[in-house]
């Protein structure tokens, strides 16, 4: 079955940077977009955008542009977030997520960021 | 951009609750008359979980209580009879073009 692993939570500090990993399997993971959505602390669902993962070309929504980087290792069906020059309004947790024939979602990782 | 209402809303065990959605663009495509159009739930600490797609297919092991309607712009989520395990907050999402946009979220209590 399809199955989205995420890894474990992160504390950094202000500035610092975070690289957060999908892992894919039960399906080919070159075949369909990756997708990253932000949740902060008792907000909404925020989609920060999305990696082809057959060409590696990443797609960043508006306000996600500079310091988020998605990338793939495709060898090991995985899908990265990182994000420099941490801020603490970067604290949320962050959704890996693809769509075949229905969503999937990955358990969320959370990236608490202190000063 | 996605817009939900009511924010939040509150049933009595048993009644009907429903949330709406509109879509500040259509999100129906004519070539394969499919509306792009899911709902979520999602409880504290957990990922969202996808109730239905299409607008209105209930995914597998979703109870029948809950519906989802509409077409086009316009949308509706209906759980016919509220359980105590639905509390939770309710998301739109659309998946016609990148990247998704959801909706701002309803969160739904018992009264």
């Known amino acids: 079955q399809v199955q989205l692993v995420q890894s474990g939570s992160e504390l950094k500090k202000t500035g610092a940077s975070v690289k957060v990993s999908c892992k894919a399997s039960g399906y080919s993971f070159s075949g369909y977009a990756m997708n990253w959505v932000r949740q902060a602390p008792g907000q909404g669902l925020e989609c920060m955008g999305w990696?082809?993962?057959?060409?590696?070309?990443?797609m960043y929504a508006q306000g996600f542009t500079g310091r988020f980087v998605f990338s793939l290792d495709t060898s090991v069906s995985t899908a990265y977030l990182q994000i420099n020059s941490l801020k603490t309004e970067d604290t949320a947790v962050y959704y890996c997520?693809?769509?075949?024939?229905?969503?999937?979602w990955g358990q969320g990782t959370l990236v608490t960021v202190s000063s | 951009v996605m817009t939900q209402s009511p924010d939040s809303l509150a049933v009595s065990l048993g009644e009907r609750a429903t949330i709406n959605c509109r879509s500040s663009r259509s999100v129906f495509y004519s070539s394969n008359n499919k509306n792009y159009l899911a709902w979520y739930q999602q409880k504290p600490g957990q990922p969202p979980k996808l109730l239905i797609y299409?607008?209105?297919t209930r995914e597998s092991g979703v109870p029948d209580r809950f519906s989802g309607s509409g077409s086009g712009t316009d949308f509706t989520l209906t759980i016919s009879s509220l359980q105590a395990e639905d509390v939770a907050v309710y998301y739109c999402?659309?998946?016609?073009?990148?990247?998704?946009?959801f909706g701002q979220g309803t969160k739904v209590e018992i009264k």
């Open positions: 999402q659309q998946y016609y073009d990148t990247p998704w946009a």
């Open positions: 990696i082809n993962t057959n060409t590696g070309e990443p």
């Open positions: 997520a693809t769509w075949l024939e229905v969503a999937h």
């Open positions: 299409w607008a209105s």
